[in-house]
């Protein structure tokens, strides 16, 4: 007979493959041997080791659900679990890994030329080369369609393009070697993408300053991406117009978050968990005895849980082809607010533990702000989904 799992609920891993298996616990092993013991450190110094992704290269972990170019070619519930393994250890972590997988090089293998698939992918799959993703502006966050960035024909240069203005909080952006920069084509007003790199680009006309003193996603690197008439090639403007573009990226890397989130809050759980069953307070009792203790761990395995189920269902219907975009902002919205608001509840069984870093809690609680505001922030994705339900946009 079956027993209940408090780590699988619902048996959810009963719906993967033996090879989806394998790939998330080659995934755990990894992250939990090798991130794991960096991340205290990380996180109070606000260090991303460039290396990481060197290692997440080698085991294929980088654009893992590519076909070809160097990539593994998974399944995207494959690539999910990965997502979610590396999101356990911390959110920055996965942010690192998301942008180089899901945003820059979905973007090339999606709009990309053989010629530009076949310079930048391979590379980007083993980590030799790290990339970055520049939609968000100082003036323009959740609506980029309004994006001031401009390219133009290069005044001196024939047949380069002259790139300029500011894109801000963007991952990874002072450690890249490649950003893929999306900019109004001063032609058409059209937005495209632009694929930018630091070696070619002469002094002055591309800085990529840090943003320093974050009180979120501390272990990953966040930076700017300014440009002033950077000069950039013809051939490595991508194949698409408008933000279809870098919305079908987003597509990808928010359905890695539905599953990164949970991952996340298992960890929450499976720490507040323990601490209840040897935290003993009133007549040397544990507080997992307490029913106030109880529900705070029944609803966040509850919400991880259905987190976990749900992104597997929207994963499996990407790989069918009957994947729409507002399923993945049902589970991006869902599964971060829940992951969200359950951190913060356990975050409570700890006392006032939880104020020590030691405790991994609070190091979840303030990532996870960060991840139900990127890539959509959760109201946003209510709005996306309030106009697939009503007809009736609300943006403006
Ligand atoms: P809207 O009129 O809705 O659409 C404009 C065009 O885009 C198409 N489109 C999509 N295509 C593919 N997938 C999707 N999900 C799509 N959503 C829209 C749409 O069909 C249309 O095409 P066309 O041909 O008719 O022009 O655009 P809008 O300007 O009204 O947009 C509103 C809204 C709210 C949906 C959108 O702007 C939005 O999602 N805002 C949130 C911004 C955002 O997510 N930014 C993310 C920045 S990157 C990031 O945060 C990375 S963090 C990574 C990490 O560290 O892990
Ligand atoms: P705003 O758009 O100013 O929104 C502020 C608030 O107003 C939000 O709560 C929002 O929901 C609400 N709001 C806005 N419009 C409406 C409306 N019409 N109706 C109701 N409410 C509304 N961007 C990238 O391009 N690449 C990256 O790699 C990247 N990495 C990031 C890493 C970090 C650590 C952070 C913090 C951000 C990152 N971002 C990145 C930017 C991120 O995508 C944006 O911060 C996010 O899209 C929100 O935009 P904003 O900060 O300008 O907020």
Redesign the pocket.
């Known amino acids: 007979t079956a027993s209940f799992n408090w780590e699988d609920p619902l048996a959810t891993s009963e719906l993967y493959t033996e090879e989806e298996l394998a790939i998330q616990d080659t995934a755990r092993q990894y992250c939990q041997e090798r991130l794991l013991p960096r991340v205290l450190d990380a996180y109070r110094n606000e260090h991303y080791d460039r290396k990481i992704l060197e290692e997440m290269g080698e085991l294929g972990l980088l654009g893992a659900s590519i076909k070809g170019y160097g990539c593994a070619g998974v399944t995207t519930v494959a690539s999910g679990l990965i997502a979610k393994e590396v999101e356990r250890v911390d959110?920055?972590y996965?942010?690192?890994m998301?942008?180089q997988s899901?945003?820059i090089m979905t973007g090339i293998n999606e709009f990309g030329t053989t010629n530009q698939k076949e310079r930048f992918l391979p590379d980007l799959a083993r980590g030799k080369i790290a990339g970055c993703?520049g939609?968000?502006e100082p003036n323009h966050?959740?609506?980029?369609?309004?994006m001031e960035t401009i390219a133009k024909e290069h005044p001196n240069k024939k047949g380069y393009f002259s790139l300029s203005g500011a894109k801000t909080?963007?991952?990874?952006s002072p450690i890249s070697d490649v950003f893929l920069v999306w900019a109004k084509l001063e032609s058409t007003g059209k937005i495209r993408g632009f694929l930018v790199e630091r070696e070619k680009c002469p002094p002055g006309t591309l800085e990529t300053p840090a943003i320093k003193d974050k009180n979120g996603?501390r272990a990953?690197i966040?930076g700017m991406i300014q440009m002033e008439n950077c000069p950039v090639p013809v051939e490595n403007m991508l194949e698409v117009?408008?933000?279809?573009g870098?919305?079908?990226?987003?597509?990808s890397?928010?359905l890695?978050?539905a599953f990164g989130a949970i991952g996340a809050l298992e960890d929450c759980l499976s720490r507040a968990r323990s601490y209840a069953l040897e935290r003993k307070q009133f007549r040397g009792n544990p507080l997992a005895k307490y029913q106030l203790i109880q529900k705070k761990l029944a609803d966040a395995a509850t919400d991880a849980a259905y987190g976990s189920l749900a992104a597997t269902q929207v994963a499996r219907l990407k790989d069918s082809g009957s994947l729409t975009?507002?399923m993945?902002?049902m589970v991006k919205r869902q599964n971060c607010d829940r992951a969200l608001a359950g951190a913060r509840l356990l975050q409570e069984i700890f006392g006032g533990n939880a104020a020590s870093d030691e405790y991994h809690i609070g190091r979840h609680v303030a990532n996870l702000f960060?991840?139900q505001?990127?890539?959509?922030?959760s109201d946003?994705?209510s709005?996306?989904l309030g106009?697939a339900i009503t007809g009736v946009?609300a943006?403006?």
């Open positions: 959110s920055g996965r942010s690192g998301s942008v899901s945003l993703f939609l968000t966050g959740s609506d980029p369609g309004s909080w963007i991952t990874n996603l990953s966040t117009e408008g933000l279809t870098p919305f079908t990226c987003l597509n890397a928010r890695g978050i975009p507002e993945i902002s960060v991840v505001t990127y890539e959509g922030q946003i994705h709005l996306i106009r946009q943006f403006c």
